[in-house]
């Protein structure tokens, strides 16, 4: 016995395994039907409960008629409930459950009336069995719409609302919770509070904020429009149209192509239903499938069988989303239909009679998508398959209905009812009565698993599970489960969607688009016009140097300073630094400009030196032209505090060096045209004017100038010293690292101090342009001054036109200009004489030109 129990469990291993490793990928299938009698009807049951044993030729007496298919699986399910029930030793000792039902399988709401009257004889009774004359009370199972409930509970409570019972199954409806309507009425199906927010979170999961609504007109089919509303708005999911169909068929008929029209026009992809399954509403879905209208229906579980025959590819727009209430599957259905007449409940009855499970684990590799796993879809290629049988949310209520009446029986017979003293004449009605304290606080743990409550206000933890359903060839429809959702999990956790589900039905984890607009990308932001629905909205660029990297965004993110928006405008890029660098090209010239300069100009000051004895060098004062051959240098190597990247020391020395050392050049040729006026001016000897020529007094013209510039540097210094800036708006993409000047103010005064003195140099040197021309530099001097003016003069509005180290460049230019301007004009001409015509550098050749003059100017100097 040991070994053959080992051999099972090993045997086993394999299955066990491949339910952890293989992909889910269990199937619901059914067959199509577009008979008016699938149209339910309601269905009617009577239950009572009595002192004799049931066999099972009880259930194939009563099971063996002829009923619509929807009915028949209401009548399987009653009678397997029963049996478990009775074959079930610690409920109802003693007693047993039977059921009536009329020769068609159930009764209508228009047939109740003749089974009002219920058969109270006394059956042959077993030994060991009590015997009593009625039964203690009748319940009345009643469903699975609306109509038929309310038609059958309206008649018990005029008519003999003390000797009945009715329980409910079907969906949930607030009309049947009024007690004062239904005092004797009990629902079994949970609340539907929480299907709004269900169907709405699955949207919000897909990105579908664009749908349409068609519900019944009645109380119930506002109540779902009031919630959808209101989960609608929290996460911006907008109704494309609402059609509310009328209850009464003739009404529909007349605005039957009204209601067609709305879908047809309308963008949406997705429908939701909601309202009774054998209502107008359900012609209308019937009509809108039948003339090929491709919409993703979203509904609940009651709608799973109403459909048209109609035939729609895989891959096209079509299909349905069903919301059904969770429970546990009763795995022994089928043995027990099967156990009823194995010939009559062959595979092929029970695959046209409910949904079935296919468990296509069998073979994984043909499992990839729905179309591989129904290629030669056939019902003889059904009944080859190994399956069991679902229970349907109706005849789920009808197993958990039958629980809770046995329990309440059970309560009653643990609690010694039956030897209360009782008026024989109302007795029944006393059972009834006692029933019904019972039944309202009734709370059990079914076969299965599930806790059921009794209790309307304590019920209020929904569970859905979500199904996908698509028609197929050969009659076929397929149902598939592709998530959960949990009511009582934290917000935002209770929907669970099952992706790989999803991929093996479609091949494609993604499912088709429903929305008002286009989504807005990257770069694009959404822009709403007047009169449009939230979720419709056109799609603009950001604004300059705004970006947005996600899609459908409400506004536009500005890019910090230090980065711009690329031309996609969907992201900020770092801007690159820019400034007068050495190794660009721009920076590069001016830097081999400045060098080249200053070497010349040290090459002309080594010239000078060399030939200091010659007589146009000493005519020409070569004290100050020594002064001013090195501040030269110095001016053509200022323009190399410019370039490179700026820091604070170069920021202060480069206006510094520029003020002070143009200072010293210009009042140098200030002092110079000064005493080469004196020098023409002085004939007479022992005057005081040539006192001030001897004396050298011209010469502290420098010390003061520069002295002069020099306050006005530590002026600006102090008060409003040059710094570092950074200019990120003037080029786009870069951000520009210039030397700010601080106070412009005292730059102007810098510069117009260097202008006041080039203007009282050339103002000197023109008044002695008339002199003697031999070694007369007065007319070199003021073209040195009129070319270092025009510099400046130009230098300033270009300076203003310019930005970045365009505008930097520009000052170096400026620098080099007008310091090359002076070196050229004073000094080339004497180093042409000096290298290139010797015989002209000669005090003979002076004196025989200007004796008297030159001899007193070569004494002056």
């Not at 590799?365 to 796993?373: Q, V």
């Not at 031309?567 to 721009?586: A, S």
Request: charged share 15%; net charge neutral.
């Amino acid at each position: 016995m040991f070994a053959l129990v080992f051999l099972f469990f090993f045997l086993n291993i394999p299955l066990l395994v491949s339910r952890f490793t293989q992909p889910r990928c269990f199937w619901r299938m059914y067959e199509n039907k577009d008979k008016d009698e699938d149209l339910l009807t309601g269905c009617v049951f009577f239950l009572i409960t009595e002192q004799r044993p049931v066999e099972t030729d009880y259930f194939n007496h009563i099971l063996n008629t002829q009923t619509t298919t929807k009915n028949f699986q209401f009548l399987l399910a009653l009678a397997f409930s029963m049996d478990e029930v009775n074959r079930n030793p610690d409920l109802l000792p003693n007693s047993s459950f039977v059921f009536e039902c009329p020769e068609r399988g159930c009764v209508t709401g228009t047939k109740i009336d003749s089974h009002f009257n219920f058969s109270e004889e006394v059956h042959d009774l077993p030994a060991n069995y009590m015997c009593h004359k009625q039964t203690m009370c009748i319940v009345v199972l009643t469903g699975p719409n609306l109509a038929t409930s309310v038609m059958i509970g309206t008649k018990l409570n005029i008519f003999k609302p003390q000797q009945f019972l009715q329980v409910t199954y079907g969906p949930f409806h607030p009309i049947l919770s009024n007690r004062e309507q239904f005092p004797s009425l009990y629902q079994m199906a949970a609340k539907d509070t929480s299907l709004a927010l269900a169907m709405i979170s699955l949207m919000r999961y897909f990105n579908w904020n664009w749908i349409g609504l068609a519900i019944s007109d009645n109380d119930q089919g506002t109540q779902f429009l009031t919630q959808l509303r209101g989960e609608m708005e929290k996460i911006t999911v907008c109704l494309a149209f609402v059609s509310v169909i009328p209850v009464k068929m003739h009404l529909f008929l007349t605005r039957a192509e009204v209601y067609y029209n709305q879908i047809v026009t309308s963008s949406t992809n997705v429908v939701v239903i909601y309202g009774d399954p054998d209502s107008s509403l359900a012609v209308g879905f019937r009509r809108w499938e039948s003339l090929g209208l491709q919409r993703i229906w979203v509904t609940t579980s009651q709608w799973d069988g109403t459909t048209t025959k109609n035939d729609f590819p895989l891959n096209s727009l079509n299909g349905k989303i069903t919301f059904t209430h969770q429970h546990s599957e009763i795995s022994s259905f089928k043995t027990f239909v099967q156990t009823l007449n194995p010939l009559k409940y062959t595979e092929e009855f029970l695959a046209r009679l409910e949904w079935m499970n296919l468990n296509c684990n069998v073979s994984v590799s043909m499992c990839k998508t729905l179309k591989n796993c129904l290629s030669n879809a056939s019902l003889q290629w059904l009944k080859a398959q190994t399956f069991d049988m679902a229970f349907s949310d109706e005849s789920y209520d009808i197993y958990n209905a039958v629980y809770a009446v046995t329990h309440a029986f059970h309560e009653m017979l643990l609690q010694h009812v039956y030897n209360h003293p009782m008026d024989n004449s109302k007795g029944h009605y006393a059972h009834c009565l006692k029933l019904h304290s019972f039944m309202r606080k009734t709370r059990f743990t079914n076969p299965v698993g599930d806790r059921v409550i009794m209790n309307e206000k304590e019920n209020l933890q929904e569970e859905y599970g979500i199904f996908q359903i698509w028609n197929f060839p050969y009659g076929l429809g397929l149902k598939v489960k592709i998530g959960e959702f949990i009511s009582y999990f934290p917000y935002g956790q209770q929907l669970h969607i099952y992706e790989d589900m999803i991929e093996h039905a479609t091949g494609s984890r993604q499912m088709p688009p429903s929305v008002c607009s286009a989504e807005c990308g990257p770069g694009l932001r959404k822009f709403w016009q007047e009169g449009m629905a939230a979720c419709c909205f056109d799609c603009c660029p950001c604004p300059q140097n705004e970006v947005s990297n996600e899609t459908n965004v409400d506004r536009c993110v500005r890019c910090p300073e230090d980065q711009y928006a690329n031309r996609e405008q969907n992201q900020c890029i770092p801007k690159v630094v820019i400034f007068l660098n050495y190794k660009d090209t721009l920076g590069m010239v001016l830097t081999l400009m400045a060098l080249f300069f200053s070497a010349f100009t040290t090459v002309v000051l080594g010239i000078f030196v060399k030939h200091h004895d010659t007589p146009i060098v000493k005519a020409n004062n070569q004290n100050l032209s020594y002064i001013l051959l090195i501040s030269l240098i110095f001016c053509f190597l200022c323009p190399l505090l410019f370039i490179g990247h700026p820091n604070s020391a170069t920021c202060v020395l480069q206006q510094i060096t520029f003020g002070v050392v143009f200072t010293v050049a210009v009042s140098t040729v200030l002092a110079k045209t000064v005493t080469v006026v004196l020098a023409f001016k002085v004939t007479v000897p022992g005057t005081r004017m040539r006192y001030f020529l001897v004396s050298g007094v011209p010469n502290y013209i420098i010390a003061i100038c520069t002295l002069i510039q020099i306050i006005l540097c530590t002026i600006w210094l102090h008060f409003s010293p040059p710094f570092i800036d950074k200019d990120v708006h003037s080029e786009h993409g870069q951000i520009i690292i210039v030397c700010n000047k601080g106070s412009v103010t005292a730059f102007y005064c810098v510069l117009g101090y260097h202008g006041s003195l080039a203007l009282g140099s050339f103002i000197v040197a023109f008044l002695a342009r008339n002199l003697p021309e031999t070694f007369n530099e007065a007319k070199l001097l003021t073209f040195s001054m009129l070319l270092f003016c025009s510099v400046w003069i130009t230098f300033l509005p270009v300076y203003h036109s310019t930005k970045g180290k365009i505008m930097v460049a520009v000052e170096v230019l400026s620098i080099l200009a007008s310091s090359a301007g002076l070196l050229g004009c004073i000094f080339i001409p004497k180093c042409y004489i000096i290298l290139l015509r010797p015989e002209r550098n000669s005090l003979q050749k002076l004196r025989g030109e200007n004796t008297l003059l030159n001899t007193h100017f070569i004494n002056c100097n």
